[in-house]
């Protein structure tokens, strides 16, 4: 198949998602165009011949206050599939891909492509529902031929939110697990913790959603109790007061804002505790990746995560902003070894099923389904 794979190209979910598939679809054959304002950052090293890559060109007319990127992106789209006879236009994350999508295809007026939508999280649960994006996001999400989502929580919430009378299929995020695997690194286990103290992650991108400054909350308890050291992944708009909070608590020597990397496996490898205080979370693919690194979670119950994580058995589930409950698992894990190594053992076995290899056949059989037409409406 000919695919164009659009997604934002930064360090999001969404966007490793899109390039993790897009570069797993290649290696079993298909040509893939990613669509996008940059390279997506997954796809750096990762050069075949049947990848390819289109910038989105973006003018900067004086007239123009705002980009307008939604046109210039439905544009490329035009042009791309002029010329490499697309099957498929998979747009992750709704805002504004599926609307460029929609857009191109009326331009080529081509009933072949098919426009494929992936919903992600926040285009559904935050910006989708505001009201200048909510009748144009139901009605791109509408229009497209096929839709998925990454969990059960976010389908009902787009059928209800929307009020959107139309079959999702729910395909979960994946993790490549013989990559994402906990490998012994003694040097950095050491530069880290270099009086044995017990390390505590978290990854994201340090928006208020992500409550970070929960997880610096919880880490000064927990040192309270435990010798440990936090390491935070990722950088955005709470970073700068995180830094402030774990000044004032007086912690922050014991605590590394190491900002966006671009590789983290060596890190989840001498990890022993993932910490994920979401208010909301579709899947949460970042916990995923601890979690094939054997690295159990202590995370929120909202929306999707509790279909990925076994409170009791690959971490423990509190509700959002319980931090004293979130500290107290958090000191019991790690003041037992052998019962956080029962968790990280239960944390890979419940990755495996979230394997590259099962999720992508999942996504191939539904290209399949909307290229045959298969009726998709409710
Ligand atoms: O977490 C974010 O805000 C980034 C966002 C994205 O689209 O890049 O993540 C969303 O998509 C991920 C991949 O499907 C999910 O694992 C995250 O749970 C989801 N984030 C939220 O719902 C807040």
New binding site residues.
């Given amino acids: 198949m000919n695919i164009g794979i659009t997604c ?1 190209p930064t360090y ?6 899109a390039t993790e598939l897009g570069k797993a679809l290649a290696d079993k054959g298909h040509s893939i165009h990613f669509i996008s304002y940059a390279m997506p950052m997954r796809l750096g090293d990762a050069f075949r011949e049947n990848i390819m890559y289109h910038e989105v060109e973006m003018s900067n007319y004086p007239v123009f206050d705002f980009p307008l990127y939604t046109l210039a992106l439905a544009s490329k789209m035009v042009e791309v599939a002029s010329y490499e006879a697309i099957d498929i236009f998979h747009c992750h ?1 709704a805002i504004p891909h599926a609307t460029s999508a929609y857009l191109a295809k009326q331009i080529l007026n081509d009933t072949r492509a098919k426009i494929i939508t992936t919903l ?4 559904i ?1 935050l910006v989708g529902l505001e009201p200048s994006f909510l009748p144009v996001m139901k009605f791109s999400i509408e229009q497209s031929d096929g839709v998925t989502a ?1 969990s059960r929580f976010l389908k009902e919430k787009t059928l209800t939110n929307y009020a959107i009378h139309k079959e999702i299929e729910v395909i979960p ?1 994946f993790v490549d697990t013989n990559k994402y695997r906990r490998t012994a690194n003694a040097e950095l286990l050491s530069a880290c913790a270099p009086h044995g103290e017990k390390l505590l992650v978290h990854t ?2 340090f ?1 208020p ?2 409550r970070v400054a929960d997880v610096i909350h919880i880490f000064h308890e927990v040192r309270k109790k435990v010798p440990a050291r936090l390491m935070l992944i990722g950088d955005g708009p709470d970073r700068s007061h995180c830094e402030m909070l774990a000044r004032d608590l007086g912690i922050a020597e014991h605590v590394k804002f190491l900002g966006k990397q671009a590789e983290i496996i060596n890190i989840l490898s001498i990890s022993d505790l993932f910490l994920m205080p ?1 208010q ?7 916990a995923l990746e601890a979690m094939a690194c054997e690295v159990p979670v202590i995370s929120t119950s909202v ?2 995560l509790h279909e990925l994580q076994l409170h009791g058995q690959t971490g423990y589930i509190a509700e959002i902003g319980d931090i004293d409950r979130m500290a107290r698992y958090a000191v019991e894990l790690l003041s037992n070894p052998s019962r956080h190594r029962t968790f990280a053992q239960a944390a890979r076995t419940r990755a495996l099923e979230f394997e590259l290899s099962r999720i992508v056949g999942q996504y191939e059989q539904y290209y399949q389904k909307i290229l045959s037409g298969a009726e998709v409406s409710a």
Wanted: hydrophobic share 20%; glycine share 24%.
């Fill in positions: 934002y999001g979910g969404s966007g490793v998602v994350y992600h999280g926040t285009d649960t990454v995020n994201s991108n928006r959603v992500k979401s909301s979370e579709s899947f949460g693919l970042s929306g999707g």
